[in-house]
């Protein structure tokens, strides 16, 4: 069955990553901010049913797969191990940057800034597909390509808030040219959903690396400490979440010359506050099952006790991910200073673990609510919800439904001018 965008978006499906918009041709969707704070496509012209079918289908939204091993592509090699919670895996360690100003700079220990910056000057790709901050309105997250070590610098530092960074997609496989992306785990499924249409993707893009992501935070969520301090959007000059340091303040100024700082604690300390997107609270693969490579946090417990120097945890997940990973290390781009095991992942990032435990019971209670309900294949998820209890299956399930009945999923169309 097909679902329009309104239905996709109103019952909370929606991740914002633009695809569609850029499936649909200029003009006939644009990617608004809706008045619950996140970018959703609104239909601006006309989406024919042909192109209705093809975002339907690859929607991350309504449709993630976990990783199968293809013996197509990769008859010479070895499966990797398949762990039922952290996905695939061939080459595990923790490390940081090699160079001090990117480890010190980018978000924790600067992974995805240094392997970026290695496939540059390396030639294995021309460019970065990633999101920066909005130059002309810095609260704002939006698509970027980095051609060069600076510009990928500039743009260095999570975004917790809405992005889209598939809005252009078409154009950027225009090109012709070789590149890489550096995003979240479902905006990386929603390119392996669409490379089954076009083969452009498969032969131009080389390397797909993403960040264990704890979820998008509504727009609301930076807006807080915005009126926190007395200003409004656009008294805003520049915004950082993190970085310059581990975890790193979040640093604020104002057109004015104000300058504000908040701790990371601050900022996460109290998860009421978070915001985040109902779609990511039924996200069965926060940590990239289909990325070459993925990257995380690994502070203990999963948060930093006081401000220090950045580590990552790396996990080579495909072939062509291990060989970037080995030559990097090699070529000095990354520094390698730990081991890492599953249960160092579980004792860092625990709170991805019992998400994918949960997720067949959220899913159920959509189900018996008669909405829409994403299809998630391989993703082992009916044997992570056998790690934990039943007691613990039917609490998720009776406050999925306590959410549903309050209307948690609900969104509203954005408004256009």
């Given amino acids: 069955m097909m679902h329009t965008l309104e239905t996709i978006v109103t019952q909370g499906l929606c991740i914002g990553c633009g695809l569609c918009k850029s499936l649909a041709g200029p003009g006939n969707v644009e990617m608004v901010m809706n ?65 001090p100003e990117v ?42 390509l980095s051609f060069d070590k600076a510009e990928v610098i500039e743009a260095s530092g999570s975004r917790y808030g809405p992005a889209a960074p598939l809005v252009d997609f078409r154009r950027v496989l225009d090109r012709g040219r070789p ?28 390397y797909t690396l993403n960040f264990y992501c704890g979820g998008v935070s509504e727009f ?61 609270k039924i996200c069965p693969d926060s940590i990239g099952d289909l990325a070459d490579i993925t990257v995380a946090d690994v502070w203990p417990g999963g948060r930093p006790d006081s401000e220090g120097l950045g580590f990552n945890g790396f996990i080579a997940r495909t072939k062509r991910g291990q060989d970037l990973l080995e030559g990097s290390v090699r070529d000095n781009a990354i520094t390698i200073s730990h081991s890492l095991g599953y249960d160092g992942l579980e004792l860092a990032q625990g709170s991805h673990m019992y998400k994918k435990q949960s997720i067949t019971s959220r899913l159920a209670a959509m189900r018996d609510r008669e909405l829409v309900v994403p299809s998630f294949p391989h993703l082992r998820l009916d044997e992570a919800a056998t790690m934990i209890t039943e007691a613990e299956r039917e609490a998720n399930y009776h406050g999925m439904t306590d959410r549903l009945i309050a209307g948690d999923n609900v969104e509203t169309i954005p408004q256009t001018d």
């Fill in 35 to 99: 008045k619950e704070g996140g970018e959703r496509p609104v239909v601006t012209g006309t989406v024919d049913e042909p192109t209705l079918w093809l975002i339907n289908t690859v929607c991350p939204g309504l449709h993630v797969e976990g990783y199968v091993h293809d013996t197509s592509v990769e008859v010479s090699e070895d499966p990797p191990e398949i762990h039922p919670i952290w996905g695939p895996t061939r080459l595990m360690f923790t490390g940081h940057a090699a160079d």
């Fill in 103 to 144: 480890r010190f700079h980018a978000s924790s220990g600067g992974a995805l800034s240094a392997l970026s910056i290695y496939m540059l000057e390396s030639g294995a790709v021309d460019f970065i597909l990633h999101v920066a901050a909005s130059k002309s309105s810095p609260l704002r997250t939006v698509d970027h």
């Fill in 179 to 206: 590149f890489a992306f550096v995003g979240k785990a479902c905006d990386i499924s929603a390119i392996r959903n669409y490379a089954r249409f076009d083969p452009r993707v498969d032969e131009l893009l080389k």
């Fill in 220 to 280: 609301g969520k930076t807006m807080d400490y915005v009126r926190k301090v007395g200003l409004v959007e656009d008294d805003i000059s520049h915004l950082r979440y993190r970085g310059d340091g581990c975890p790193g303040p979040m640093v604020m100024k104002s057109h004015g010359g104000q300058a504000f700082q908040f701790s990371y604690h601050e900022m996460w300390e109290d998860e009421a506050r978070w915001q985040l997107m109902f779609r990511c």
